[in-house]
DNA sequence: TTAATATGAATGAATG
DNA sequence: CATTCATTCATATTAA
């Protein structure tokens, strides 16, 4: 279905009053900031199984200076495979590191920022503020930074040239992909037009929300 | 971007217009399930955690790349009505490049030509030539051919034993159909765990919430 | 509809 | 740093 927009004409001035979307934008704030703050929970939960709440046995917490297995920190585990012997030796399944949310964020947050090359020094003080949330080792802070210098460049050479975006083929009238380079900081105000709010809400704002959301759980 | 449109006040009966109704249904839709998802995760797990408290050491929970990477950081989906700019409304296209048969031609000759690393500035002449036949971008071929790569790899990697081995690549483009071996039904269980052995529980059972919740995306 | 497979895309890690 | 590899995820397509 290629319109090109060319019988609006008007092109929608305006279709929605303020109230309206103010309303919505509320909602879809909601929304997202709840589904964030849900994942959050969850992995804070999950994480505290580990020091409190130990029964039946209290299986070592990290004790200090080296954790028994970092490496297998964040294992993704897609399907269900995930008994793992914690015996002495079983490190046959070596999976990547996966960064949590949490993270991630911390990671963007800091790219962002404007370090492009991040000491050594610098690597570790990440690798330690990131552990508060989750195994990592300062290997893979320093690929993750090399990794996002790399993706970023090649983007911008990608997205360089004019995609004449013409008529969509009868075959695949897919469109590109777009993704988004934008690492907006918690700015607390849903500003700008509708484009922005659906970006806004999924990073802003988790604080207020969550409590209400415990309370909600039946 | 704001886009101002904000001090019109028509005040008309019709504020919004089907389409856009319909992109916002589905977007706060989208956002409901998410929540009603979560929240059942959530509970289940605070269940688990009650009956059969899992005190692994490390192993974060991966609401990763399973569903948490795709909407709250992806943001793949659409975009709202971010599209107001003679875009009209195709927010339900599709976001998964699908090749023509043409193109994919195209690509299998290229590929089977001999060109197992194609170069950037190659890169941009294949995507010129398959722009002819419909819509393309230099990030969809570079794709493609680090996929088809691999994919020859692992292909191989199974059926060379007993017959001519050494051979370059199949050259029929079409001929990739082969046998899948099940997945690996390795039971490792936990075999000799002295005295940590009470990891596995709670990891199974996370990974059964994680695989439930994905499945239940629609 | 559901399950299985094929395949485009994302990304941690490795290599030069 | 620049590319490439390997693994995995997500979705499109097809089969049961």
Request: hydrophobic share 30%; aromatic share 6%; net charge neutral.
């Given at each position: 279905?290629?319109?090109?927009?060319?019988e609006?004409?008007?092109?929608?001035?305006?279709?929605?009053?303020?109230?309206?979307?103010?309303?919505?934008?509320?909602?879809?704030?909601?929304?997202?900031?709840?589904?964030?703050?849900?994942?959050?929970?969850h992995?804070?939960?999950?994480?505290?199984?580990d020091?409190?709440?130990g029964?039946?046995?209290?299986?070592?917490?990290?004790p200090?200076?080296?954790?028994?297995?970092?490496?297998?920190?964040?294992?993704?585990?897609s399907?269900?495979?995930?008994d793992?012997?914690?015996?002495?030796?079983?490190?046959?399944a070596?999976?990547?590191?996966?960064p949590?949310?949490?993270?991630?964020?911390?990671?963007?947050?800091?790219?962002?920022?404007?370090?492009?090359?991040?000491?050594?020094?610098?690597?570790?003080?990440?690798?330690?503020?990131?552990?508060q949330?989750?195994?990592?080792?300062?290997?893979?802070?320093?690929?993750?930074?090399?990794?996002?210098r790399a993706?970023?460049?090649?983007?911008?050479a990608?997205?360089?040239?004019?995609?004449t975006?013409s008529?969509?083929?009868?075959?695949?009238?897919?469109?590109?992909?777009?993704?988004k380079?934008m690492?907006?900081?918690d700015?607390r105000?849903f500003?700008?037009?509708?484009?922005?709010?659906s970006?806004?809400?999924?990073?802003?704002?988790?604080?207020?929300?969550?409590?209400?959301?415990?309370?909600?759980?039946?």
């Amino acid at each position: 279905m290629a319109e090109g927009a060319a019988e609006e004409g008007v092109l929608c001035a305006k279709v929605m009053t303020d109230e309206q979307m103010e309303v919505l934008r509320s909602q879809i704030s909601a929304y997202a900031t709840i589904c964030e703050q849900l994942v959050e929970m969850h992995r804070t939960m999950t994480a505290q199984q580990d020091s409190l709440s130990g029964p039946l046995s209290v299986s070592s917490p990290p004790p200090h200076g080296r954790f028994g297995c970092s490496w297998v920190a964040g294992t993704r585990s897609s399907h269900l495979f995930a008994d793992q012997p914690s015996g002495g030796a079983k490190i046959s399944a070596k999976q990547r590191w996966t960064p949590t949310a949490v993270q991630v964020r911390i990671l963007e947050s800091i790219f962002y920022h404007g370090n492009g090359t991040p000491s050594k020094q610098r690597i570790k003080e990440i690798t330690f503020e990131l552990s508060q949330h989750g195994q990592v080792s300062e290997t893979n802070v320093y690929n993750w930074f090399q990794n996002r210098r790399a993706r970023s460049k090649r983007k911008q050479a990608f997205a360089a040239p004019s995609n004449t975006e013409s008529e969509a083929e009868e075959e695949s009238p897919s469109e590109k992909k777009a993704k988004k380079e934008m690492h907006l900081h918690d700015s607390r105000q849903f500003s700008g037009g509708p484009d922005e709010m659906s970006v806004c809400a999924s990073t802003v704002a988790k604080d207020i929300l969550c409590y209400d959301l415990q309370d909600k759980r039946t």
